[in-house]
């Protein structure tokens, strides 16, 4: 009897810790009217807008690393290009009959002219700080060489003057002219080589880790919102009500949350393709990773720095993908001036800096690994490019 009555009162024991770690479990629970998922320029960018158009929305953001602006939108991470156009010979792309087609630039221009008005207007609001803190005038300038690509640059010129977005752009095939606008581009070559340029002075370099980091600062200052570092997104379920029930783990003491959201932002960079299945929405299903990743050389070195200010960008060989030329910008980076090249293709199977080499294989599914195989064989330039890249020695880069 005196077993009977142990086990009893052991099952009631446990039963009642059962009982309040469920109770525990449910008190875990967070709610929340936004997640943000990633502390990069997106999640940041999007935060700031429902700030300012919904102040009352709570509002969280989970980030993975120790701090915010560590990947992609790190300084150090991407090329800081203000992209409108100015210089990028991609985006005004040669018709049949020989006529240069400018919309695609006018619309790139005006995109990133709306960037640049939510910028001033974060600064009028004291969300962000002086504008030297993370944008900068460096010229945007294009750079040919041979009959064919200098008669390109010119009729690129005069069809980009019928819009007033760039009327401030000047062309020259000087020499003398060139080489006064950007030096390091001009030494050493042929003074018989037919060369062109344009050169916009109005062009920018953009610190996007700097203005993430900004923003996020800004956001902290309400009381409705809640930054999470050091925590990993394990699972995500939309529920019947159609919010959403993220498994949010902190990396530091081993725990887990969840969090419950009426609407989620993955902004997570090479991180997203894995929480987009995880998420189960049907849109997911075809879409995949490449092994492939970007380099640049870069240098400190003010004999270099000091005889170069511009972003230079040249033009792809025909039949090549757009980024096979590599371009030589400056850079404003942690308060100073630096140049970098590139960029060179790598073969990585890591989507983040920080992430895992087996995130190729896990994003890897039935439903993708037909579409990744279409897209290798409908672009089959752009593998011969990547592969010719990947084989480049360090020399080899530095001779280009």
């Known amino acids: 009897m005196?077993?009977?009555?142990?086990?009893?009162?052991?099952?009631?024991?446990?039963?009642?810790?059962?009982?309040?770690?469920?109770?525990?479990?449910?008190?875990?629970?967070?709610?929340?009217?936004?997640?943000?998922?990633?502390?990069?320029?997106?999640?940041?960018?999007?935060?700031?807008?429902?700030?300012?158009?919904?102040?009352?929305?709570?509002?969280?953001?989970?980030?993975?690393?120790?701090?915010?602006?560590?990947?992609?939108?790190?300084?150090?991470?991407?090329?800081?290009?203000?992209?409108?156009?100015?210089?990028?010979?991609?985006?005004?792309?040669?018709?049949?009959?020989?006529?240069?087609?400018?919309?695609?630039?006018?619309?790139?221009?005006?995109?990133?002219?709306?960037?640049?008005?939510?910028?001033?207007?974060q600064v009028e609001r004291g969300v962000l700080r002086t504008p030297r803190s993370f944008i900068n005038t460096v010229p945007h300038m294009s750079f040919v060489w041979g009959e064919d690509n200098v008669n390109f640059l010119r009729a690129r010129y005069a069809a980009l003057q019928q819009s007033s977005l760039f009327r401030g752009m000047r062309y020259s095939e000087d020499h003398a002219q060139i080489k006064e606008w950007a030096p390091?581009?001009?030494?050493?070559?042929?003074?018989?080589?037919?060369?062109?340029?344009?050169?916009?002075?109005?062009?920018?370099?953009?610190?996007?880790?700097?203005?993430?980091?900004?923003?996020?600062?800004?956001?902290?200052?309400?009381?409705?919102?809640?930054?999470?570092?050091?925590?990993?997104?394990?699972?995500?379920?939309?529920?019947?009500?159609?919010?959403?029930?993220?498994?949010?783990?902190?990396?530091?003491?081993?725990?887990?949350?969840?969090?419950?959201?009426?609407?989620?932002?993955?902004?997570?960079?090479?991180?997203?393709?894995?929480?987009?299945?995880?998420?189960?929405?049907?849109?997911?299903?075809?879409?995949?990773g490449f092994p492939v990743g970007g380099q640049f050389l870069v240098s400190e070195n003010p004999d270099v720095v000091n005889h170069h200010l511009a972003k230079v960008y040249g033009k792809a060989s025909v039949g090549a993908p757009p980024m096979s030329v590599p371009h030589i910008d400056t850079r404003v980076l942690d308060g100073k001036r630096v140049v970098l090249f590139g960029p060179f293709a790598t073969f990585s199977t890591k989507f983040l800096k920080n992430g895992s080499l087996w995130d190729l294989m896990s994003s890897t599914t039935t439903s993708n690994v037909m579409p990744m195989m279409h897209v290798g064989l409908d672009n089959f330039d752009l593998v011969k490019y990547l592969v010719s890249q990947v084989m480049l020695s360090e020399e080899d880069r530095l001779k280009r």
């Open 2 to 121: 005196k077993k009977v009555t142990a086990m009893l009162f052991s099952m009631a024991v446990g039963l009642n810790a059962v009982s309040m770690a469920a109770k525990a479990k449910a008190s875990e629970e967070q709610e929340t009217d936004v997640l943000l998922i990633g502390g990069g320029i997106m999640s940041a960018t999007l935060g700031t807008y429902l700030r300012e158009l919904e102040p009352e929305w709570s509002m969280t953001m989970v980030e993975r690393l120790e701090g915010v602006a560590q990947e992609s939108s790190n300084g150090w991470n991407n090329a800081g290009t203000g992209h409108s156009a100015l210089m990028e010979l991609n985006y005004t792309p040669q018709n049949a009959d020989g006529s240069i087609s400018i919309e695609k630039a006018v619309a790139i221009n005006e995109a990133f002219q709306i960037s640049r008005q939510f910028w001033a207007h």
């Open 184 to 288: 390091l581009v001009m030494e050493g070559r042929d003074p018989q080589q037919k060369v062109a340029a344009t050169r916009t002075e109005i062009g920018t370099d953009v610190n996007y880790g700097e203005i993430t980091r900004q923003l996020i600062a800004s956001l902290q200052k309400k009381s409705n919102f809640s930054l999470q570092l050091s925590s990993e997104v394990r699972a995500l379920k939309r529920n019947d009500d159609n919010t959403w029930t993220v498994t949010v783990a902190d990396l530091k003491n081993g725990t887990a949350q969840n969090i419950r959201a009426k609407f989620v932002f993955i902004g997570a960079g090479g991180a997203a393709l894995k929480l987009l299945q995880e998420s189960g929405i049907p849109e997911a299903k075809d879409y995949a």
